[in-house]
């Protein structure tokens, strides 16, 4: 792994202005939850409020997996019925001491670039998951489906741990809005099937599959929940945002979140280390800090109540 001064130098320069634009427009607006509604689908095959067929498609043999078929899953962490609009959730109960650490692993199709050119970056931040591993943490990782297949083997690791759970964070980090962030647009008539084939592609490792999902940058709209209702999903935002993305030190990625978190938290972090390069460093920081509070790093799907 690089030096932390070192991959501060070569990440900050570049991605400054991305920093201050997230600064500047904040969290993304459409957070409020949906009631849930029930949208009337055809026998047989899902279909998006929009028309677009969701076609089945067989998981493989022995996996958990399902291949984003609607209802497929419903015995999983996060499934809800399909033809509902899903549930939005920022936190779980405020009782008790459990919160949840979850870690979005993005890949956009200009991060694959990068990965291919003369001097790939590291969207794997090792620290992270070597960290939980040793202090036996559990976390919840919402996964890129294009990260899974970029990094298959540290996906496998990540099934392996039976205190790690696995969640949706859609096939290439695509925008669900217009204007979220820098993000480029999804069509919405891909939304449904970008989702399911994440969901495909996730459910190959088995482990502690789920049916949570978290939209890039959490921009959402009624719009783009309606796409999701074949699937039977929870979508999950969060209510402790770290900002550890273009960080440039830890100390102010532990402030947000120990300022934050409360009983029943969702914490939002990354484990992609090239663009979020201190989070490693202000992990050990926080589970101190939490630990000082009393409050105790638990699955996402015991945080929210199964």
Not at 74 to 88: E, K, W
Not at 142 to 151: A, M
């Amino acid at each position: 792994m690089l030096v932390k001064n070192s991959r501060v130098l070569l990440t900050a320069a570049t991605l400054a202005l991305a920093a201050i634009v997230a600064l500047i427009v904040g969290p993304a607006p459409h957070r409020t939850p949906e009631r849930a509604a029930v949208l009337k689908l055809p026998a047989g095959a899902g279909t998006t409020a929009g028309g677009t067929a969701v076609t089945p498609t067989p998981g493989p043999s022995g996996q958990p997996g399902n291949g984003g078929r609607p209802g497929a899953d419903s015995a999983l962490p996060g499934a809800t019925p399909p033809g509902t609009l899903p549930p939005v959730v920022d936190h779980g109960p405020r009782t008790g001491r459990k919160v949840a650490l979850t870690f979005d692993a993005d890949m956009t199709d200009t991060m694959r670039r990068q990965l291919r050119g003369p001097h790939p970056p590291s969207y794997a931040n090792l620290a992270i998951v070597e960290l939980l591993e040793r202090e036996r943490v559990p976390a919840t990782f919402f996964l890129t489906g294009k990260w899974v297949e970029d990094y298959p083997e540290l996906t496998r690791r990540l099934a392996a741990n039976p205190r790690f759970e696995l969640a949706n964070h859609t096939y290439g980090h695509a925008a669900f809005t217009p204007r979220c962030y820098h993000l480029t647009s999804l069509p919405r008539r891909e939304m449904t099937r970008d989702v399911a084939r994440t969901f495909e592609v996730i459910g190959r490792y088995g482990g502690r599959q789920t049916r949570y999902f978290r939209f890039p940058g959490l921009c959402h709209d009624r719009a783009a929940l309606a796409e999701l209702a074949p699937l039977g999903v929870t979508v999950v935002d969060g209510d402790v945002v770290s900002g550890d993305p273009f960080a440039t030190a830890w100390q102010p990625i532990v402030r947000a979140v120990l300022s934050q978190v409360r009983p029943g938290s969702v914490i939002i972090l990354h484990v992609t280390e090239a663009n979020a390069a201190m989070t490693d460093e202000a992990l050990p920081r926080i589970l101190a800090g939490l630990a000082e509070r009393g409050l105790e790093p638990a699955p996402l799907s015991e945080v929210l109540g199964r």
